[in-house]
């Protein structure tokens, strides 16, 4: 326990979150999820068609099969947007997730993505979460005060027993 203790008294922030002063990279990205009591999540669905190109770690599932996936996306914030309250327009949400999975819905993720890609649901997680935070910076640029600023963590549900995530700040 007093190893423990030390090592947090004298450990930086940087170290805590997976990295060290001395590892060469000036990469400011956070790696943990600051502490943002204030959230919206929205929520949309995909119907897709892929394949895992027959790698025999995917057993059955490596053939050509679909999915229909339910999306969910929070948004994160550290304060409400000062004149509306806030974290971020709903219908702007709406439409900024829809935008981003109209490129998968429908589609065999084999042919979108490219040839040989394991599309899996948490690869796929990360794949929407980089076209949001490509949309909101389209919507709002960098300097717009209505513009989101927080965290977004995308969320597919492959079943009510297996999903995935991916989240990060929306920089």
Not at 14 to 30: A, I, K, V, Y
Not at 40 to 53: G, N
Not at 84 to 99: R, S
């Amino acid at each position: 326990m007093l190893q423990i203790l030390l090592f947090l008294l004298t450990s930086t922030i940087e170290e805590l979150r997976g990295g060290s002063e001395d590892n060469g990279e000036n990469d400011s990205t956070p790696t943990i999820r600051p502490y943002l009591p204030h959230t919206l999540t929205v929520r949309d669905s995909i119907m897709i068609a892929h394949s895992f190109h027959n790698h025999p770690s995917f057993g059955p599932a490596g053939g050509l099969h679909g999915a229909t996936y339910t999306v969910d996306v929070e948004f994160a914030s550290a304060s409400l947007h000062k004149e509306c309250n806030w974290v971020i327009d709903i219908g702007v949400a709406l439409d900024l997730l829809a935008e981003v999975l109209k490129k998968y819905n429908y589609k065999n993720l084999d042919d979108v993505v490219g040839d040989r890609v394991m599309t899996t649901t948490e690869f796929m997680c990360k794949v929407i979460f980089d076209g949001l935070v490509e949309k909101l910076k389209d919507k709002f640029g960098e300097s717009d005060d209505d513009a989101f600023k927080g965290w977004i963590k995308v969320t597919l549900w492959e079943s009510h027993k297996a999903w995935g995530s991916y989240e990060g700040p929306c920089l």
